[in-house]
C-alpha cells in the first residue's frame, strides 16, 4: 500500500517498539471509535496516533 507509520515530530525516524506496541494496544481499546477521530482532525490522524505521537505518510 505504499504507506509508513513515522513519528509525528519527525516524519524521518520510525516509532520504537514501545510506541508501536502502545498502537496496537490503543487500536484494540478504541476500536472503530478511533477512526472516526481521522474525519475531524486536519492532518487526519486517528485517536491511536494521537496517543503515541505516530503519523502516516504515503511513500
Not at 516524519?11 to 506496541?21: A, E, G, M, P, Q
Amino acid at each position: 500500500m505504499n504507506i509508513r507509520i513515522r513519528r509525528s515530530s519527525n516524519d524521518s525516524k520510525k516509532l520504537n517498539i514501545l510506541r508501536s506496541v502502545s498502537r496496537f494496544v490503543s487500536k484494540l481499546i478504541f476500536g472503530w471509535i478511533s477512526y472516526i477521530t481521522i474525519f475531524k482532525n486536519p492532518r487526519k490522524r486517528a485517536i491511536h496516533d494521537l496517543i503515541t505521537g505516530a503519523t502516516t505518510i504515503e511513500v
